[in-house]
């Protein structure tokens, strides 16, 4: 009977540890929209092992598994609880089953409940991570790291700069990173500025504390009007992180089953901005599209010269905007002025903004003598805080030309005498001609010869010649897309000079840059696509309409996108300057002979 009792009480106390070991199922929260991460917990009190999770093919893993462990002696009593916790997003509407779990104790298999999640239609701003496009980020209950890409505006107008902020927000011990992929931007112009990773900050979500590094901080300006969309980030970090092994000995408890190194990729949602186009209402005539607030100068280097005398007129515009790209100011010189291409330079910084200022050089140098007048030499941008147009007025220039002296040997006029002019002293004495002269016959007259026809048909010739000149030009040019087609090899061979000099001084990011534009614009004038259309996938279709062979298009794409990885991430890109250049020229040659 005591062996009975005994017997009886060991299966009592097995059977009541077994049954009081549960695996339970908890959710950060069980009604969320598609693509919105939450947390799902996995507990169990006390140990087990080979836990299986049955049902997420529905939902996206955006990280974990991450486990813990811990062990309490409470009165000579030992226990124990183990738990594996996701963070998981919804993949499409419904409600959606998450669980059972399983997991083996002692030889047997323990069960947890099945929870149902209610899936809504996701919202159309939210981001990955519970972020949003506000400055602002937020997050879902329970993350320990999530990648942020927010931009300090979500409504902008065309040529208005906003910032773009890629930010990581962690929990966890954060080893190392590598950035596997940087957004596209289509229809924009970008300027990265430099970050410094390393350096941290706290920030406070939700109630919770996260150190978070700034990864990238791009400034970017959109050139077409209409929804843009900037591509995701793709990132993996390597993390250290509770070992996912079970304890091996009672020191291994203690000290919590010890850490390893785990690698997580984050991607971050794309962000949408709103881009309106500038109005028409009140736009000064002659606006070259600035946009931003900016000062206006200009002077002249002298305002009395000779004729044949070269003067300087400078112009220098500075602020914050899109300086980069206000082109040149036009300027009505007068008809009798030789006028030059100005020379551009910029001096740019990047401190809370784009901001420097762009100087343009004009050379100009006056044939005749005379009073000349430059005016209407204004200045015009869109001020996008207080939303209209101003209008900055400069002085007007007035020029006094006096004749030149026609010995300047650098005179590139006609003048009738290179030399000091005779005077005749008396009429008793003619110059003395030292030359022999020329005999001819008696009855040779210019009268009906054939100079004397040559010269009366030349005019009739030469008028009916330009006719027919005149008239086939203005055919040609008749063409505006045939006019920027020829021109589009041209302006590329311009760009290629500007990357071949940058290549001799090593310059990597205008070098790319440059690149980057010989392509686009080449490809932009020779198709006839609009600045607001040439995307990479319109690219690709209109070169197969035009017959150009896959390859071709191929290596095309490639290049310029080694040239926007190279201004993202001037670390990922490796190869040979000179190789690109020459397979840049090479393609540019290519695609002239295969476009029909």
């Known amino acids: 009977m005591k062996k009975l009792i005994i017997l009886l009480l060991f299966i009592t106390s097995v059977t009541t540890r077994l049954f009081a070991q549960k695996l339970t199922i908890q959710a950060s929260k069980t009604s969320v929209t598609v693509g919105e991460p ?48 996701y963070v998981l997003g919804a993949k499409k509407e419904g409600k959606l089953p998450l669980g059972p779990a399983t997991i083996t104790v002692n030889g047997n298999t323990i069960q947890s409940n099945t929870l149902i999640i209610d899936v809504g239609k996701a919202n159309a701003n939210q981001n990955s991570g519970g972020q949003s496009n506000t400055p602002h980020a937020t997050k879902a209950e329970g993350d320990n790291i999530f990648l942020s890409a927010t931009t300090n505006k979500t409504k902008v107008y065309v040529g208005e700069e906003l910032t773009l902020y890629f930010k990581l927000y962690f929990r966890i011990d954060v080893v190392n990173y590598s950035v596997s992929k940087m957004p596209a931007m289509d229809g924009c112009f970008v300027q990265d500025e430099q970050t410094n990773p390393s350096a941290t900050k706290q920030e406070t979500i939700d109630g919770k504390q996260y150190m978070v590094a ?92 000779k004729a044949n005398e070269a003067i300087n007129l400078t112009i220098i515009v500075t602020g914050k905007g899109n300086l980069k790209l206000i082109d040149p100011l036009k300027v009505n010189f007068p008809e009798d002025f030789e006028t030059y291409d100005p020379k551009v330079t910029q001096n740019m910084n990047t401190t809370n903004g784009l901001g420097g200022s762009k100087t343009f050089d004009y050379l100009v140098i006056p044939r005749h003598e005379g009073d000349y007048k430059i005016d209407h030499l204004d200045f015009s941008y869109f001020d996008p805080v207080k939303k209209e147009y101003v209008v900055l007025p400069s002085p007007e220039f007035n ?91 041209k302006m590329a061979r311009k760009r290629l000079i500007i990357a071949e000099q940058n290549l001799k001084k090593a310059n990597k990011e205008q070098f790319y840059i440059e690149i980057s534009q010989a392509l686009y614009g080449y490809v932009g004038d020779k198709l006839n696509i609009s600045v607001a259309n040439l995307t990479k996938e319109n690219i690709s279709n209109t070169l197969k309409l035009k017959g150009v062979s896959d390859a071709t298009i191929e ?42």
């Open 214 to 305: 700034e990864l990238k901080k791009t400034y970017v300006i959109p050139q077409r009007s209409g929804k843009i969309t900037i591509d995701p980030m793709e990132a993996e970090f390597l993390v250290r992180q509770q070992s996912t092994r079970r304890p091996q000995n009672i020191f291994d408890q203690i000290m919590g089953g010890g850490y390893e190194e785990a690698k997580i990729k984050l991607r971050s949602k794309p962000v949408i901005i709103d881009v309106m186009p500038l109005p028409e209402e009140k736009k000064p005539d002659g606006f070259a599209g600035a946009v931003g607030n900016f000062s206006f100068k200009a002077s002249l280097s002298k305002d009395k010269v």
């Open 399 to 489: 020029i006094h030309v006096d004749k030149g002296d026609p010995r300047d040997a650098n005179a590139s006029v006609y003048t009738p005498h290179n030399q000091e002019e005779l005077k005749v002293l008396g009429d008793d004495i003619r110059y003395i001609k030292t030359n022999v002269p020329e005999f001819k016959p008696a009855d040779d007259y210019f009268f009906n010869s054939t100079t004397f026809w040559l010269g009366i048909l030349s005019p009739i010739l030469g008028f009916i010649a330009f006719y027919f000149i005149r008239k086939k030009n203005l055919e040609m040019n008749s063409d505006l897309i045939a006019v920027k087609g020829r021109k589009a090899t």
């Open 38 to 85: 939450f947390q799902v917990t996995f507990s169990m009190n006390g140990s087990g092992s080979e836990m299986k999770v049955a049902h997420l093919t529905d939902f996206d893993i955006y990280q974990g598994p991450y486990n813990s462990s811990s062990m309490s002696v409470v009165n000579g009593v030992v226990s124990q609880s183990y738990s594996l916790t």
């Open 555 to 596: 290596n095309l794409i490639s290049t310029i996108n080694t040239c926007e990885y190279a201004r993202y991430a001037p670390n990922a890109v490796s190869g040979d300057l000179q190789t690109i250049y020459n397979n840049t020229v090479e393609l540019i040659t290519t695609l002239e002979n295969e476009i029909k």
